[in-house]
């Protein structure tokens, strides 16, 4: 069953560090997202991705993140100089198109110290 | 305030019982709603969808009930097992609002063997 791959599992970074959190959606998905979950709350949007443009971001979405689909499989997301409330589990997640479900992969744990 | 909210925390059921899980919403925007099941350090798992034209979608063992006249949506787990224990979120898509997941509080569902 096809699903979306996240790496690494877990990031440990010092605070100011840039990091890149990769994902590979699944094949034959248009749509891109990132959310994240701090832990013990509730999973946050964070940007949407379509037709290699951002379509929609949060507030959280400052300009310390960025995202970026490089070639034809994968879609990252960089944080540019990490603060500690950045912590969280990072979730990517692909789609087939508007108002359909999101696929999540499993997540990326960042921790900044 | 939160559009998506859960109405209990914590749920616990007997094995075998059936189980319904609660949310509202308050947004009458809101036209496409997703339930997602969540395990301990895992990626949010799609179980079930309901379109705002439905009241009611059934799955295997599952089973969405939508209210819009109160801006309610219930997930029913029948004979619920073990492997049911995470933690359930409702999700919402608004026609005004792209591709867009808000998610609720999420609420924790115990089964007890």
């Known amino acids: 069953e096809p699903e979306v791959t996240q790496t690494p599992s877990h990031q440990v970074t010092q605070m100011g560090q840039e990091v890149i959190l990769r994902c590979v959606p699944i094949s034959n998905h248009l749509y891109f997202y990132w959310y994240r979950q701090i832990l013990g709350q509730k999973v946050e949007f964070l940007v949407s991705?379509?037709?290699?443009?951002?379509?929609?971001k949060s507030e959280i979405f400052d300009d310390q993140f960025s995202v970026e689909r490089p070639d034809g499989s994968n879609f990252t997301l960089k944080i540019r100089s990490t603060k500690l409330e950045d912590s969280a589990m990072y979730f990517c997640a692909s789609g087939t198109g508007r108002m359909t479900e999101a696929f999540f992969g499993q997540g990326t744990r960042l921790t900044v110290v | 305030g939160e559009s998506v909210g859960l109405h209990l925390p914590t749920l616990s059921v007997q094995e075998g019982d059936n189980s319904i899980i609660n949310c509202a919403y308050s947004?009458?925007?809101?036209?496409?709603f997703i339930w997602y099941k969540q395990e301990s350090g895992k990626g949010p798992q799609f179980i079930i969808d309901i379109r705002s034209n439905m009241d009611k979608r059934q799955g295997q063992r599952v089973t969405v009930l939508l209210n819009k006249t109160v801006k309610h949506l219930s997930l029913q787990i029948a004979a619920t097992q073990p492997g049911d224990s995470a933690v359930y979120f409702c999700a919402e898509i608004r026609s005004n609002a792209g591709n867009m997941l808000t998610f609720g509080g999420g609420t924790r569902l115990m089964v007890k063997p």
């Open positions: 947004n009458s925007a809101s036209d496409y």
């Open positions: 991705f379509y037709n290699n443009e951002i379509s929609e």
